[in-house]
């Protein structure tokens, strides 16, 4: 990813007056020491660029700038420097601190909202002071997004990448796709679909329908079938599949029916990658590992469905969990947009495939276990994983394949 032309990378600009702590912010955000902080105010002169991946978002690049409140002879020159920034800003970060709004502010607020430039004003120094009420009112009222940081103990940093998740352009969160890039025009895809008591009546269920539709855009053929049916159906088939796609609940028995050498993979898996970060989830898989007994889960279920008889999230899971630990686990189960307020005491996540989800959600849900240092995983890759089955699960994925490989060489 480092190789990322610099065009890919969302463009974050770090502006305001100077000595607010732009600077120190960058540092605090990439935790690195990349732009020079001191008291001094006109510190940093020219731009100064840090792309980096800012997980899970995908790939950033910071720009930090010298303040726009700067006068004098070489002050002009420092100001127009920071405004032709302002050309390649894709989301501004506009930073003050207490006690200090004048007409800049407004100013730049007023020009990134003509430029359509998404804008996080966030209030630096709260160990020192807030902001006024009346500006934080006035702010909200204007709808404008806001965060406070104290850039210098640290705090806040994750709800400010939690914002910049929540303020990127759409282009940016777009969704990759489901597995058109796995197959090519004339492949033979094979769903494999089970019609159990959760199956709806009459119909198929959206992640379904979505990668039957994507196989169809990609020139490539379908062929849907019950799992019980799958065996004799590759039989008949002249030239093996490119790739079985199945529903979890029947992993082990597609994992077996399918010859090896042909893919195989899960409806869930594919939307692990598609909405969120397959990597991740192939981490948090691999912390069942460590697991003991009496530890807490999360199960975080997108939609708000009524569980009946053998429910994935709230039976199967946790059973297949408790199983592989081999003692009593706690599970507590969220649904729909709610997520745990604290994170913090749980030693996992399992999230589930997150169809009702959108792509942003599903990155800030993973940018917060991350900030709190609970590894996340979905349903589908935890699944595989207890089951002894994610390496093979993992094929289709070459980069999410050799992670995994490396993880578990260690
Ligand atoms: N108390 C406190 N001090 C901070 C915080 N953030 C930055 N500072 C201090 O504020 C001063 C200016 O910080 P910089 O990061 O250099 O500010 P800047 O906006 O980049 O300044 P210029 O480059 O000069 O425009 C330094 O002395 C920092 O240590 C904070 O959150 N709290
Ligand atoms: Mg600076």
Known sequence: MKNTPKGLRLHIGLFGRRNVGKSSLLNALTRQQVSIISEVAGTTTDPVEKPMELLPLGPVLFIDTAGIDDL???GAQRVQRTRQVFDRTDLAILITQAGEWTQYEPAMLAEFGQRGIPTIVVYNKSDLAGPSAELSGRLEQQGIATVRTSALLGEGIA????????QA???????????????????LVM????????APKGRLILPQVQTLREVLDGDACG?????????????RLRRPPRLVVTDSQAFLKVAGDTPPGVKMTSFSILFARQKGDLAEFVRGALAIERLRPGDRILISESCSHHPIGDDIGRIKIPRWLTQYVGGRLHFEVVQGHDFADDLADFRLVV?????MHNRREMLTRIGRCRAAGVPITNYGVAIAYTLGILDRALEPFAAAHELYRRLRAK
């Open 72 to 74: 004098g002879s070489l």
């Open 159 to 166: 709800d400010l990448l939690a914002m910049i998740i929540r």
């Open 169 to 187: 352009p759409e282009d940016f969160v777009h969704p990759p796709t489901i597995l058109g890039d796995l197959i090519e025009p004339g492949d």
């Open 191 to 198: 769903l494999v679909v089970p019609i159990d008591l959760e």
């Open 223 to 235: 062929l849907i079938v019950k799992e019980r049916e799958l065996s004799e159906a590759l039989d």
């Open 351 to 355: 999230q589930c495939g997150g169809c």
